[in-house]
């Protein structure tokens, strides 16, 4: 059974840093694309960040792009979020979701299993 | 503002088929797979359609996604009073780099 289990939430102040983990079972997490997604407070769904399998490919959302950092330890069946300067719109809770396998994006299934999600708030 | 569009609010009667649109561009839709989410209260999002009309493994087959051009459509027929939730599409965008979600539509069950 995949499962998906973020850590490392918490309250931070604005330029405040945080990082996010993702503890990954059930499935040979090495093979996997891997995203981070976030839903503020009532709104909609936000993709913020994708890695490759390797680790040699990482894409981000523009608001995020040089602030936030993604990475994976495959040793560790464990994914990353390093999270600096956060400002008030950053607060959301935050999902890691497993993708597909495949050489690019264009072929590999987006977000096909959840985590529960962790809950981020940055305000002073 | 999001990338995808999609209407905020949809209904039907229990029985009834209703479907939800999801317009966007050819740096989106158009070029590549369009995916469909179903977040129930208080849960996390769960995959629906992949590659556009694709179901995974437990989603019943009421569930059932198309693309044409720049829109794609979820349809679900049969409806039940468990459906209402929010809906989402997205998709990888070429020129962006990245996923772009479309802004949820709740589905209420009359």
């Known amino acids: 059974e995949v499962q998906l289990v973020e850590s490392g939430g918490g309250v931070v102040q604005p330029g405040g840093s945080l990082r996010l983990s993702c503890a990954a079972s059930g499935f040979t997490f090495s093979s996997y694309w891997m995203s981070w997604v976030r839903q503020a407070p009532g709104k909609g769904l936000e993709w913020v960040a994708n890695i490759k399998d390797d680790g040699s490919e990482k894409n981000y959302l523009d608001s995020v792009r040089g602030r936030f950092t993604i990475s994976r330890d495959n040793a560790k069946n464990s994914l990353y979020l390093q999270m600096n300067s956060l400002r008030a719109e950053d607060t959301a809770v935050y999902y890691c979701?497993?993708?597909?396998?495949?050489?690019?994006?264009?072929?590999?299934?987006?977000?096909?299993?959840w985590g529960q999600g962790t809950v981020v708030t940055v305000s002073s | 503002q999001s990338v995808l569009t999609q209407p905020p609010s949809a209904s039907g009667t229990p029985g009834q088929r209703v479907t939800i649109s999801c317009s966007g561009s050819?740096?989106?839709?158009?070029?590549?797979?369009v995916y469909w989410y179903q977040q129930l209260p208080g849960t996390a999002p769960k995959l629906l359609i992949y590659?556009?009309?694709q179901r995974p493994s437990g989603v019943p087959d009421r569930f059932s996604g198309s693309k044409s051009g720049t829109s794609a459509s979820l349809a679900i027929s049969g409806l039940r009073s468990e459906d209402e939730a929010d809906y989402y599409c997205a998709a990888w965008d070429d020129t962006l780099r990245g996923v772009v979600f479309g802004g949820g539509t709740y589905l209420t069950v009359l």
């Open positions: 590659r556009n009309n």
């Open positions: 050819t740096s989106n839709i158009e070029n590549n797979y």
């Open positions: 979701a497993r993708d597909g396998r495949g050489l690019i994006m264009k072929v590999v299934i987006i977000a096909d299993y």
